[in-house]
């Protein structure tokens, strides 16, 4: 509790000295970032849009640290569910990894899925993966979608955009496509966030290749970072040197959560390791090498040595590392006034582990881990919805369900 008592006065301290560096200042923010953020937050929508009816607070209770919660189970039927989008007139987009868009509306799962979506290898890991809206969504009509593209010698992780016009994709056009197309059926990486000042980021892993996650020239085990239209930022860090222009950051075995810091917009990752040595990173630095695989805290499969370092000059050091390996997939930081005990810290799904685990952080440093919902199954994603709940996927029965707090 003590814990607990000082994060709250941090947060208040820190919520006083933004308010008068706003009022001092002579710049007014970014209107589309603002609105995405109180989108985010809950600050107007929540009672605005809903998604599914009220909840149903009547299943078994978790009991956790901070506060108590029961899962209630909203959308079922699902194949491999990935990704979830939750669009401003109640409806919500869930991508399935065979390569099928599902939405729902009112509440229930449509039958029929959306057509013009692209053709995808349906192969290990691939699939149609991430799905996230444009932070201007509503006057532009943008969907970003990650999938495995069919090519010769493989697939390759695919970013395209569309437009959804009734139950069809509409002005598909493929933003980026990776350099290397592999038979490989692993480690597409494929998340997708928008930082706050509207930059696309999205992750590519190494393919099962770990060398060419230290091949700048290489799409393979790197963090890319664009403009909304697929057009390279001129300030990107490789821009003019050697290296693909578009890569914001490298070393990065395969990045399976994404999401932005709701008071800073800067962009936060977990990623796979291997035995070992899953990670929480923070990507403030352009041009940084995370180390994959020079640097690890995991080990081979067989158990075998990777490297003997787990740190190396020029190379970033994660926030917190899971050894044993959780495999971190989907994140969430936890923002409105759903959760108030958790506010700010981040929820991760783990698909081995099949839990949520909570992170406290202090800034840009890890505090403390909290584990929940043990043995539900397999978590792909975990995300903040508008109407200020938190959904998480279960790809081990194929449901989507919402984390209800209870007294």
Known sequence: M????????????TVLIGVLIIACSTDAPDTQVTERNNDRNGNDDEAAVQYFPEPDTGGDVHQTEELNFVVETVVSGLGVPWGMAFL??????????????????????????ISGT????AQGQGGLLDIELHPDYENNGWIYLSYSKPGDGGAATAIMRAKLD?????????????????????????????DGDGYLYFSIGDRGAMNSAQDITNSNGNLFRLNDDGSVPSDNPFVGEEGLDEIFAYGLRNIQGMDVHPETGVIWTNLHGPRGGDEINVHDKPGANYGWPEITHGV??????????????G????????????APSGMAFVVGDRYPEWTGDILNGALSFQLISRIVIDGDEYAHEERFV??????RAVEMAPDGYIYFSNES?????????VE
């Open 88 to 113: 401003p007139d109640g409806k919500v987009l869930i991508t399935e990894r065979d390569g099928a868009l599902r939405i729902v509306e009112d509440g229930e799962l449509r039958s029929e899925p």
């Open 118 to 121: 692209p053709e995808v290898v």
């Open 374 to 379: 043990n043995d539900i199954g397999r978590i």
């Open 166 to 194: 009734g139950y069809s994709l509409t002005d598909q056009e493929d933003l980026y496509v990776g350099n290397e197309f592999s038979s490989a059926g692993q480690h597409y990486g494929s998340r997708i966030s928008f």
């Open 397 to 405: 029965n194929g449901t989507i369900n919402r984390i209800v707090p």
């Open 2 to 13: 003590r814990e607990k008592a000082m994060r709250l006065i941090h947060n208040l301290c």
């Open 315 to 326: 190379m970033e050091q994660p926030v917190m590392h899971w050894t044993p390996s959780i």
């Open 300 to 313: 081979n499969y067989d158990g075998s040595e990777i490297t003997p370092d787990t740190a190396k000059a």
